[in-house]
Structure formats: C-alpha cells, structure tokens
C-alpha cells in the first residue's frame, strides 16, 4: 500500500486565496517532499523537508511536518491560476530506498 | 541537459505483446524508479535501482521487468502486455546521501501505453 496519503483529494479555491493540502504517511521517514502536476506532465520537485526540520519555506509555499502525528502540510499563499496542478507527497521510508507517492490533491485556481 | 528522457512517448499494444521502454538520465543519479499512475491512484512504484547491475521490486511488480546495464539507463520491459498495464509510465532519477536518503528526484515526460 502507498506510504503517503493526501487530503483533500480535490480543492477549489479563488485566485488570491491559501491552499492548503495535508499528507500522512504510515511508518518513520528520512525526508518528505512535495511535487507538483501539471496535466499530461511529468512530477516537478517542489520542496523537500528532513525528518529533523518542523518547518520550510520556498517562495510562496510553507511546509509543515510533524513527525509525532506522522503528518505534513502544504501551503500555498496568495495562489494564481498557473497553481492549477495535482500535488503529491513522497516519503523515503528510514531504512529503505523506495521512494513512496501518495495518490495526490487536485488544485484547481479559479480566475 | 537533457535531465531524464523517456521513449516512447505513446505506445498502442494488443495483448500479448511484449515491448521495452527506455529511460535514460545525464545527471550521474545512482537511483532510478519506474512508477505507473492511473486515475485516481497516483504513483505506483513498479520497480527501482540503487546503482548499476542492480534492481529491486516495488508496489506493482508483476508483469515487469526491469534492467539497469548501464548507470545512465533503466529499462522496462513488458513480456506479455495485459490491458491492466494501460497506464501512464514514468521514470524518474535522483541522487542519494546513503541508504534511504534520498533527493529530489526528476521526473520523465511519461509513456502512454495502452493495451487492446
């Protein structure tokens, strides 16, 4: 089974509004990261968080992690309609080489 | 740079046929991934490689065969192609600090392959 889970599955928001997305994930990791989607596209790497770190910015996006809870945030400030995309996280389990996707939150920047 | 190159891009298959998608990356990456993404499902790991000569099952591993000859490429091959294996198939490349330490990794464009 998939190591990371995102929720919500789908969300709609006006352009200039927060997105905020969530993913938890079953067993210890090393690092988590968030990607993005855009349609009929490869996964781009957005932003990677260890294990050892609570919180990370980059530009406009803020990751939270929460290691206790096995749980991270996703947050995307002030979105435009190029946010459009799908967003995954990925989990390299500690120990392991596998890197694990959840099956992703659908964003959708309404103009 | 070209970062990771996927061929074919679309693929048209009737069941029982076998074929081999080739990815290959410039970056120097010890590790490759095959992954599979269906509606609704996300990425499914196929299977993946830490360094050359070696390869390892994921999630999804039958019906798959995977091959990693040479550092700079990881091939997937399909034997006996089912219409279950109609996917998008991507491949992806990233660096490591050690054993389950990974990096960012690079996606591929993706294959679409479907079988009839």
């Known amino acids: 089974s998939q190591q990371g889970e995102e929720d919500p599955q789908a969300l709609s928001i006006q352009e200039g509004e927060n997105a905020t997305m969530n993913c938890s994930y079953k067993t210890s990791i090393n690092n988590l990261q968030w990607y993005r989607q855009n349609s009929g596209r490869g996964l781009v790497h957005l932003i990677l968080?260890?294990?050892?770190?609570r919180e990370k910015h980059s530009g406009r996006l803020r990751v939270t992690l929460d290691t206790s809870k096995k749980s991270s945030s996703l947050l995307i400030t002030a979105s435009r309609a190029a946010d459009t995309a799908s967003y995954f996280c990925a989990t390299d389990a500690r120990g392991d080489y596998k890197l694990s996707f959840g099956a992703g939150t659908t964003v959708t920047v309404r103009a | 740079n070209a970062g990771v190159t996927q061929t074919p891009k679309f693929r048209v298959l009737k069941t029982g046929q076998s074929m081999t998608l080739l990815c290959a990356q410039d970056?120097?990456?010890?590790?490759m991934y095959w992954y599979r993404q269906d509606p609704g499902m996300g990425l499914r790991l196929i299977h993946y490689?830490?360094?050359?000569?070696?390869?390892a099952k994921g999630e999804v591993p039958d019906g798959y065969n995977v091959s990693r000859l040479k550092k700079q490429n990881f091939l997937l091959g399909l034997e006996s192609a089912a219409p279950s294996q109609t996917s998008v198939y991507f491949c992806?490349?990233?660096?490591?600090?050690?054993?389950?330490?990974?990096?960012?990794?690079?996606f591929g464009q993706g294959t679409r392959l479907t079988v009839v």
């Open positions: 992806a490349s990233s660096y490591s600090r050690g054993r389950g330490d990974n990096t960012e990794a690079f």
């Open positions: 970056m120097n990456h010890e590790y």
């Open positions: 490689s830490v360094g050359e000569g070696t390869t």
């Open positions: 968080i260890r294990s050892n770190e």
